[in-house]
C-alpha cells in the first residue's frame, strides 16, 4: 500500500513538472492573424523563442507574394519600422524564418514590404504587441 501512494505521488509530480515544461513552451509561442494585402494574402506568423533568441516564421500556407524585392517589415507598437531580410534569397528559396535584432523591443504587426516599389505587400496583425526579452 505504502509503495502504491509513492507511485502515485511520483505520477502526480511528474505530471506537474511536465505542465510545468509545456506551458512554459506554450507561453513563448504567438500566432498572428492571418495575412491581409494585394500581395501577400495568406498564412500567418508564428513567433518563438529559440535558444534565447527572438524569431518570426512563416506558416506553412504562407506564399511568396509576386513582387520583385519583397523584404520582412516589423513594425513595433509605438510605430517604429523596421526593414529586415529579404523574403526571397539566391535559388528560389525562401527566408521563411528570420531572428529578430536584438534592437526591436516588441512586435505588433509583420508586413511584407517591397522595397523596389516601397509599397506594403500584406500584413499580419498580432492581438498585442509581443514584448520580447533580452534572453
Same mark, same amino acid.
Request: net charge positive.
Given at each position: 500500500?505504502?509503495?502504491i501512494r509513492?507511485?502515485?505521488?511520483?505520477? !502526480? #509530480?511528474a505530471?506537474?513538472?511536465?505542465?510545468?515544461i509545456?506551458s512554459?513552451?506554450?507561453?513563448?509561442m504567438?500566432?498572428?492573424?492571418?495575412?491581409?494585402?494585394?500581395?501577400?494574402?495568406t498564412?500567418? #506568423?508564428?513567433?518563438? !523563442?529559440?535558444?534565447?533568441k527572438?524569431?518570426?516564421?512563416l506558416?506553412?500556407d504562407f506564399?511568396?507574394?509576386?513582387?520583385p524585392?519583397?523584404?520582412?517589415?516589423?513594425?513595433?507598437?509605438?510605430?517604429?519600422?523596421y526593414m529586415?531580410q529579404k523574403l526571397t534569397?539566391?535559388?528560389?528559396m525562401?527566408?521563411?524564418?528570420?531572428?529578430?535584432?536584438?534592437y526591436? @523591443?516588441? #512586435?505588433?504587426?509583420v508586413?511584407?514590404?517591397?522595397?523596389?516599389a516601397?509599397?506594403?505587400?500584406?500584413?499580419? #496583425?498580432?492581438? @498585442?504587441?509581443?514584448?520580447?526579452?533580452?534572453?
Amino acid at each position: 500500500m505504502d509503495q502504491i501512494r509513492r507511485l502515485g505521488a511520483m505520477i !502526480v #509530480v511528474a505530471g506537474a513538472v511536465l505542465f510545468a515544461i509545456t506551458s512554459s513552451f506554450a507561453a513563448e509561442m504567438h500566432t498572428s492573424g492571418p495575412f491581409k494585402g494585394v500581395k501577400a494574402n495568406t498564412g500567418r #506568423v508564428i513567433h518563438s !523563442v529559440e535558444g534565447g533568441k527572438q524569431v518570426l516564421t512563416l506558416s506553412h500556407d504562407f506564399k511568396n507574394p509576386d513582387a520583385p524585392d519583397p523584404h520582412w517589415q516589423v513594425i513595433d507598437s509605438k510605430g517604429n519600422v523596421y526593414m529586415l531580410q529579404k523574403l526571397t534569397i539566391k535559388g528560389d528559396m525562401t527566408n521563411k524564418k528570420i531572428v529578430l535584432p536584438s534592437y526591436i @523591443k516588441d #512586435v505588433a504587426k509583420v508586413q511584407m514590404w517591397c522595397a523596389f516599389a516601397e509599397t506594403n505587400l500584406g500584413e499580419a #496583425v498580432f492581438d @498585442k504587441p509581443i514584448m520580447l526579452s533580452s534572453k
